[in-house]
């Protein structure tokens, strides 16, 4: 006998690195460009000694502002500390079933490292060869339903009518749409969530309101779904949102034309993206998110990663079924992308 038999064993979900010195990131999805400008003032000018009190255990502030913003009641919100805290309190509220949770085979890595950490038996419902989600897949019995859209790592967008098919015909599962990427330019299901009290929306600041550092998410749902996810965040931890987060994350939100300008910037590049690397012979679905995820027509994409990797062009890659001859780009700036479209002509070029 030893303690650690008695340890919990996990394999963690691997983030996409964070190298110290300066390069072209464009590996894990951040946003480009800073926090909006009131945000540094109202850190800057912040009143320390506030820090001497607890916060406001439901997030007070943010969460009233977010309703407001969102058009919804604050029983309807809950806020976490990124949507990954969101997300795990979802999982560990919601899927209690014998019965398999369902999501896509590819899709968002840290959900099978949840159901694992939290013994929830689940499936992984095959996309099509396009990477489209069909929708029958889900109409059977099961413990419960998450699927990101656009999805995550194909920046796929699934038509809204379509999926509240399944929320719809679920009745008795609780269907969480992920929409980390929802703001660049895809449809959010959010007004749905007064029809299905078994709907639960989740949305983040990390991507497209360019604080993934600050730590802010969120989930929409009907009131007693925001309810349940309370009683289980009060269980472990009340105090999860600190005061400055909570400042910071309200100050966002009133600056809806910085918000606006931005998300269109992405989209912009985005959209010059997919032309220019279609021009050096990369195919990719077309991405409704931050990103691209493209392969490219003779060059394996784990040489194009680490050449990249090589010249200071740092790009996501996993070697895993059905994607390992794909590279995952987030959209960076102008500068950065053509940046890197020269590193690709030159590259190709040189493969012959
Ligand atoms: C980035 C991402 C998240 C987590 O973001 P947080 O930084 O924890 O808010 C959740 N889901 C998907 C699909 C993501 O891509």
Redesign the pocket.
Same mark, same amino acid.
């Given at each position: 006998m030893s303690w650690e038999d008695n340890v919990k064993r996990v394999v963690p979900y691997v983030p996409g690195e964070q190298p110290k010195s300066k390069v072209i990131k464009l590996n894990t999805?951040e946003n480009p460009y800073p926090p909006s400008p009131k945000v540094r003032e109202v850190l800057s000018n912040y009143d320390i000694d506030e820090l001497r009190l607890y916060p406001d255990v439901n997030a007070g502030e943010l969460g009233m502002a977010l309703a407001k913003y969102y058009g919804l009641n604050s029983n309807q919100v809950f806020v976490g500390v !990124? $949507? /990954? /805290?969101v997300?795990a309190i979802a999982f560990m509220t919601f899927f209690n079933s014998d019965k398999e949770i369902l999501f896509p085979d590819i899709t =968002?890595s840290?959900y099978d490292v949840w159901a694992d950490l939290y013994k929830i038996p689940y499936r992984m419902v095959e996309l099509n060869d396009d990477f489209r989600i069909n929708i029958e897949d889900y109409l059977v019995p099961n413990g419960g339903i998450v699927i990101?859209n656009p999805n +995550?790592p194909t920046g796929v967008e699934k038509d809204v009518r379509e999926l509240e098919k399944i929320v719809a015909k679920n009745p008795d599962s609780v269907v969480i749409i /992920?929409e +980390? =990427?929802v703001d660049f330019g895809a449809t959010s299901m959010l007004p749905l969530i007064n029809k299905y009290d078994n709907l639960l929306i989740v949305q983040?600041? $990390?991507?497209s309101r360019s604080m +993934?550092g600050a730590?802010i !998410?969120m989930a929409f749902g009907n009131e007693k779904l925001i309810k349940y996810m309370n009683d289980v965040k009060f269980s472990i931890n009340s105090y999860t949102m600190n005061r400055l987060t909570v400042a910071a994350g309200t100050a966002a939100l009133e600056d809806e034309e910085y918000f606006k300008e931005t998300c269109d910037k992405v989209i912009a590049t985005r959209e010059r993206t997919k032309v220019r690397l279609r021009e050096l012979g990369f195919d990719m679905p077309d991405s409704k998110s931050n990103f691209v995820f493209a392969t490219h027509e003779s060059i394996p994409a784990s040489d194009i990663f680490n050449a990249a990797k090589s010249a200071g062009i740092y790009l996501r890659w996993w070697n895993k079924d059905r994607i390992s001859n794909r590279l995952r780009i987030s959209i960076g700036t102008d500068e950065e992308m053509d940046a890197l479209f020269a590193f690709l002509k030159e590259y190709i070029e040189a493969r012959g």
């Amino acid at each position: 006998m030893s303690w650690e038999d008695n340890v919990k064993r996990v394999v963690p979900y691997v983030p996409g690195e964070q190298p110290k010195s300066k390069v072209i990131k464009l590996n894990t999805n951040e946003n480009p460009y800073p926090p909006s400008p009131k945000v540094r003032e109202v850190l800057s000018n912040y009143d320390i000694d506030e820090l001497r009190l607890y916060p406001d255990v439901n997030a007070g502030e943010l969460g009233m502002a977010l309703a407001k913003y969102y058009g919804l009641n604050s029983n309807q919100v809950f806020v976490g500390v !990124g $949507s /990954d /805290d969101v997300l795990a309190i979802a999982f560990m509220t919601f899927f209690n079933s014998d019965k398999e949770i369902l999501f896509p085979d590819i899709t =968002y890595s840290f959900y099978d490292v949840w159901a694992d950490l939290y013994k929830i038996p689940y499936r992984m419902v095959e996309l099509n060869d396009d990477f489209r989600i069909n929708i029958e897949d889900y109409l059977v019995p099961n413990g419960g339903i998450v699927i990101p859209n656009p999805n +995550a790592p194909t920046g796929v967008e699934k038509d809204v009518r379509e999926l509240e098919k399944i929320v719809a015909k679920n009745p008795d599962s609780v269907v969480i749409i /992920d929409e +980390a =990427y929802v703001d660049f330019g895809a449809t959010s299901m959010l007004p749905l969530i007064n029809k299905y009290d078994n709907l639960l929306i989740v949305q983040t600041y $990390s991507k497209s309101r360019s604080m +993934a550092g600050a730590r802010i !998410g969120m989930a929409f749902g009907n009131e007693k779904l925001i309810k349940y996810m309370n009683d289980v965040k009060f269980s472990i931890n009340s105090y999860t949102m600190n005061r400055l987060t909570v400042a910071a994350g309200t100050a966002a939100l009133e600056d809806e034309e910085y918000f606006k300008e931005t998300c269109d910037k992405v989209i912009a590049t985005r959209e010059r993206t997919k032309v220019r690397l279609r021009e050096l012979g990369f195919d990719m679905p077309d991405s409704k998110s931050n990103f691209v995820f493209a392969t490219h027509e003779s060059i394996p994409a784990s040489d194009i990663f680490n050449a990249a990797k090589s010249a200071g062009i740092y790009l996501r890659w996993w070697n895993k079924d059905r994607i390992s001859n794909r590279l995952r780009i987030s959209i960076g700036t102008d500068e950065e992308m053509d940046a890197l479209f020269a590193f690709l002509k030159e590259y190709i070029e040189a493969r012959g």
